[in-house]
């Protein structure tokens, strides 16, 4: 009966060896070897404290049996009491020194109790006697890849594979010492030879699926990290790196989700909250977010992230002096954190230090080479200095930031480059971001229009039909029928990388045309019918910018007060036409109490109906408006603009004056700043005397 428990236990069958085990011990109550079965069965079932009392009767009834120690410390180690357990291997191995498992797991327990040169000792012990056990190889990789021996790990590892080629567990070590070591594309190799051979290998999937994330391949990252998830939905570690990737596509809710769900796992997993802080901020959950970094800092007061993250929501709000205080607080534990060298960097740059800016997104990318954010931050100071050819060079890593500037599209045929001039190509030009920038960068396409080249342009649908009504010659198409219309294109281009292309340097803006766009002309007549009185001019005015939640700090320094306009709407020879989208009905009616006049166009959707704001911004004889997309409309329309901003402080490169003051991409737009206009009301002043000039 005792030889079927054996024979049981060496199949795996595990319940029927603990059954015919438990038949010996009520028949020989008195065999050690009947106990030490049903022991090693409850054990291997992850029954560990089941299986002590079975030990503890077999080696009381045989104290001299090496094999009983070496299976009762296994129970031992499993319940993690290492100490124990090294005692009773180091009894076993004084017993029997040839016998192979002991040594083994000694190696392991004394390695889980920091006995480094015991544990090593242990397993080259193993190996003298066994040297072709690929476990004892797997672990001593294992143990040489956590003291930091990348190159004996590695060579371990093949040991083991070369022994047995199936292994999984040592193709995915393997891969994360070979990720380490800079060898990225071997690293795939055995990644996924570990899911080939262990498909239910969830950390070989969340470490593939990482390893991805981190080369900067997120979207063929996530369904990995998915079906590591999905394997082992108990595990912390895997959710949070599913939640960094879902963080870094801008699908922040499922971020936070998933973020939610590793701390209910393991509420003291530090990372996991900072992450989820991260996530919380970019959907502009401002006070749990901040919470959560706080929380970091309170049981781990050196984690620079926590630090260098609150530094960042507190600028967010404006809390100037406590934001550079975690900066600082970041760099003293680690001076080169890259992420803190390129938010206080961007801090300087919003307050108009962009010298001191540069040099610490400089020292940012010394710091971390492929810190994306920093490069892009630097690329859009150098486009404010006029250093084109190099700003867009850094510009194009927008898609690589954390979260990403843009989304960059999956096309199958190849980008457009300057190598394609002239070949007689169609391109399929490509939206991103926002309205203003489609505006902005859709300036440079008659200067691709005059090379030769032919293209179909994808843009917001509220703005074909005025492209359509001013360059018939192009193909221009709305989001939903651009995969369609893209279908017969052989190369791709993103908006925002025509200026790359086309705008290398200062004397190219020359190219700029003076108007891009026609309004609709009926509906222009109209509206001037309607607002323009006798000796009077009509003024179109837009105050306000409306930004997602995560970028309050942008929408603060962007948006001006209506109130400032009052004065101005009192002039008797001006009739102000209120061009601001959004809910202002607050703003006005203060306004008007004040004593301001402003016109408006009630049955005008200004949000919606941009064939309307054109028309109604060509009825005007001038505009007056912070950075928003009004500025851009009156630009594309070539009409008179003034574009006001704050002590000289750009909201972005393009609203940086040329010699002239006007902008270098909207030849119509003046730009109305400087160092001593430090409030609205100064600024709206200052437009007041460039209308009577």
Same mark, same amino acid.
């Given at each position: 009966?005792?030889?079927?428990?054996?024979?049981?236990?060496?199949?795996?069958?595990?319940?029927?060896?603990?059954?015919?085990?438990?038949?010996?011990?009520?028949?020989?109550?008195?065999?050690?070897?009947?106990?030490?079965?049903?022991?090693?069965?409850?054990?291997?079932?992850?029954?560990?404290?089941?299986?002590?009392?079975?030990?503890?009767?077999?080696?009381?009834?045989?104290?001299?049996?090496?094999?009983?120690?070496?299976?009762?410390?296994?129970?031992?180690?499993?319940?993690?009491?290492?100490?124990?357990?090294?005692?009773?291997?180091?009894?076993?191995?004084?017993?029997?020194?040839? $016998?192979?498992?002991?040594?083994?797991?000694?190696?392991?327990?004394?390695?889980?109790?920091?006995?480094?040169?015991?544990?090593?000792? =242990?397993?080259?012990?193993?190996?003298?006697?066994?040297?072709?056990?690929?476990?004892?190889?797997?672990?001593?990789?294992?143990?040489?890849?956590?003291?930091?021996?990348?190159?004996?790990a590695i060579a371990c590892y093949r040991k083991a594979l070369a022994l047995r080629p199936t292994l999984a567990a040592?193709?995915?070590?393997?891969?994360?010492?070979?990720?380490?070591?800079?060898?990225?594309?071997?690293?795939?190799?055995?990644?996924?030879?570990?899911?080939?051979?262990?498909?239910?290998? =969830?950390?070989?999937?969340?470490?593939?699926?990482?390893?991805?994330?981190?080369?900067?391949?997120?979207?063929?990252?996530?369904?990995?990290?998915?079906?590591?998830?999905?394997?082992?939905?108990?595990?912390?570690?895997?959710?949070?790196?599913?939640?960094?990737?879902?963080?870094?596509?801008?699908?922040?809710?499922?971020?936070?989700?998933?973020?939610?769900?590793?701390?209910?796992?393991?509420?003291?997993?530090?990372?996991?909250?900072?992450?989820?802080?991260?996530?919380?901020?970019?959907?502009?959950?401002?006070?749990?977010?901040?919470?959560?970094?706080?929380?970091?800092?309170?049981?781990?007061?050196?984690?620079?992230?926590?630090?260098?993250?609150?530094?960042?929501?507190?600028?967010?709000?404006?809390?100037?002096?406590?934001?550079?205080?975690?900066?600082?607080?970041?760099?003293?534990?680690?001076?080169?954190?890259?992420?803190?060298?390129?938010?206080?960097?961007?801090?300087?740059?919003?307050?108009?230090?962009?010298?001191? =800016?540069?040099? $610490?997104?400089?020292?940012?990318?010394?710091?971390?080479?492929?810190?994306?954010?920093? =490069?892009?931050?630097?690329?859009?100071?150098?486009?404010?200095?006029?250093?084109?050819?190099?700003?867009?060079?850094?510009?194009?890593?927008?898609?690589?930031?954390?979260?990403?500037?843009?989304?960059?599209?999956?096309?199958?045929?190849?980008?457009?480059?300057?190598?394609?001039?002239?070949?007689?190509?169609?391109?399929?030009?490509?939206?991103?971001?926002?309205?203003?920038?489609?505006?902005?960068?859709?300036?440079?396409?008659?200067?691709?229009?005059?090379?030769?080249?032919?293209?179909?342009?994808?843009?917001?649908?509220?703005?074909?039909?005025?492209?359509?009504?001013?360059?018939?010659?192009?193909?221009?198409?709305?989001?939903?029928?651009?995969?369609?219309?893209?279908?017969?294109?052989?190369?791709?281009?993103?908006?925002?990388?025509?200026?790359?292309?086309?705008?290398?340097?200062?004397?190219?803006?020359?190219?700029?045309?003076?108007?891009?766009?026609?309004?609709?002309?009926?509906?222009?007549?109209?509206?001037?019918?309607? $607002?323009?009185?006798?000796?009077?001019?009509?003024?179109?005015?837009?105050?306000?910018?409306?930004?997602?939640?995560?970028?309050?700090?942008?929408?603060?320094?962007?948006?001006?007060?209506?109130?400032?306009?009052?004065?101005?709407?009192?002039?008797?020879?001006?009739?102000?036409?209120?061009?601001?989208?959004?809910?202002?009905?607050?703003?006005?009616?203060?306004?008007?109490?004040?004593?301001?006049?402003?016109?408006?166009?009630?049955?005008?959707?200004?949000?919606?109906?941009?064939?309307?704001?054109?028309?109604?911004?060509?009825?005007?004889?001038?505009?007056?408006?912070?950075?928003?997309?009004?500025?851009?409309?009156?630009?594309?329309?070539?009409?008179?603009?003034? $574009?006001?901003?704050?002590?000289?402080?750009?909201?972005?490169?393009?609203?940086?004056?040329?010699?002239?003051?006007?902008?270098?991409?909207?030849?119509?737009?003046?730009?109305?700043?400087?160092?001593?206009?430090?409030?609205?009301?100064?600024?709206?002043?200052?437009?007041?005397?460039?209308?009577?000039?």
């Amino acid at each position: 009966m005792l030889g079927e428990a054996i024979a049981y236990f060496q199949q795996g069958r595990l319940a029927e060896a603990e059954a015919v085990a438990r038949q010996c011990v009520a028949t020989e109550p008195l065999r050690p070897e009947a106990h030490e079965v049903l022991g090693a069965a409850l054990s291997a079932q992850g029954r560990a404290a089941e299986a002590l009392p079975s030990f503890d009767r077999a080696r009381e009834l045989h104290p001299a049996s090496a094999s009983i120690r070496h299976n009762r410390a296994q129970a031992l180690f499993n319940l993690r009491r290492f100490a124990e357990a090294r005692d009773e291997l180091q009894e076993a191995v004084r017993l029997k020194p040839e $016998l192979h498992p002991a040594w083994n797991l000694l190696g392991n327990t004394l390695a889980a109790l920091g006995d480094a040169a015991g544990a090593e000792r =242990a397993y080259r012990r193993a190996l003298a006697l066994r040297p072709d056990h690929a476990e004892t190889q797997y672990n001593l990789a294992l143990f040489f890849q956590h003291a930091g021996r990348l190159d004996e790990a590695i060579a371990c590892y093949r040991k083991a594979l070369a022994l047995r080629p199936t292994l999984a567990a040592a193709h995915n070590n393997l891969a994360n010492a070979l990720k380490m070591k800079g060898r990225i594309d071997d690293a795939f190799l055995h990644y996924e030879q570990a899911v080939r051979h262990e498909p239910r290998l =969830a950390d070989a999937w969340s470490n593939w699926g990482t390893a991805l994330r981190e080369s900067g391949r997120v979207v063929e990252a996530i369904p990995l990290l998915e079906r590591g998830a999905a394997l082992r939905p108990d595990s912390a570690p895997i959710l949070n790196n599913l939640g960094i990737a879902y963080f870094e596509r801008n699908r922040f809710r499922e971020a936070v989700d998933c973020q939610r769900r590793a701390l209910e796992l393991w509420p003291g997993f530090h990372e996991s909250r900072n992450n989820l802080g991260n996530a919380l901020a970019a959907l502009g959950e401002e006070d749990e977010s901040i919470a959560c970094y706080r929380e970091v800092i309170a049981h781990v007061p050196d984690h620079a992230d926590a630090h260098s993250n609150l530094g960042l929501m507190l600028q967010e709000r404006g809390d100037i002096e406590a934001a550079i205080a975690e900066y600082e607080r970041t760099l003293a534990i680690k001076p080169d954190h890259a992420d803190a060298l390129n938010n206080y960097g961007y801090l300087l740059q919003e307050q108009g230090k962009r010298d001191a =800016a540069m040099a $610490l997104y400089e020292r940012a990318m010394v710091a971390n080479p492929n810190s994306a954010r920093a =490069a892009y931050n630097l690329g859009l100071a150098r486009l404010c200095r006029f250093e084109f050819a190099e700003g867009w060079r850094l510009c194009e890593l927008r898609y690589h930031t954390t979260p990403p500037v843009a989304i960059l599209r999956p096309f199958r045929v190849p980008e457009f480059s300057t190598a394609d001039w002239g070949q007689g190509h169609r391109i399929a030009i490509w939206r991103e971001q926002g309205v203003g920038d489609q505006l902005l960068y859709s300036t440079l396409l008659p200067s691709l229009e005059a090379r030769g080249e032919d293209f179909v342009v994808e843009l917001d649908a509220r703005l074909v039909p005025a492209y359509a009504r001013s360059h018939p010659q192009w193909k221009v198409v709305p989001p939903e029928r651009s995969e369609v219309e893209f279908a017969g294109c052989d190369r791709h281009l993103a908006i925002a990388s025509l200026p790359r292309m086309l705008r290398p340097t200062r004397e190219s803006f020359a190219a700029q045309p003076r108007a891009l766009l026609v309004a609709d002309p009926e509906r222009a007549r109209g509206y001037r019918g309607r $607002l323009q009185a006798p000796g009077q001019r009509v003024i179109g005015i837009s105050w306000r910018s409306f930004q997602p939640s995560p970028r309050a700090y942008l929408q603060r320094k962007k948006s001006g007060s209506l109130a400032a306009f009052t004065r101005l709407s009192q002039r008797g020879d001006l009739t102000l036409l209120d061009l601001q989208y959004g809910d202002t009905a607050q703003e006005r009616e203060a306004f008007r109490a004040a004593g301001g006049r402003l016109a408006r166009l009630d049955e005008l959707d200004l949000f919606d109906d941009l064939e309307g704001v054109l028309a109604a911004i060509e009825a005007c004889d001038a505009i007056v408006t912070t950075s928003n997309v009004t500025a851009h409309l009156a630009g594309v329309l070539g009409k008179e603009t003034y $574009l006001v901003y704050l002590r000289a402080n750009p909201p972005f490169h393009y609203w940086v004056p040329d010699e002239n003051g006007h902008s270098p991409w909207y030849p119509s737009v003046r730009v109305v700043t400087g160092v001593q206009l430090d409030n609205w009301e100064k600024a709206l002043d200052a437009v007041d005397e460039r209308l009577d000039a």
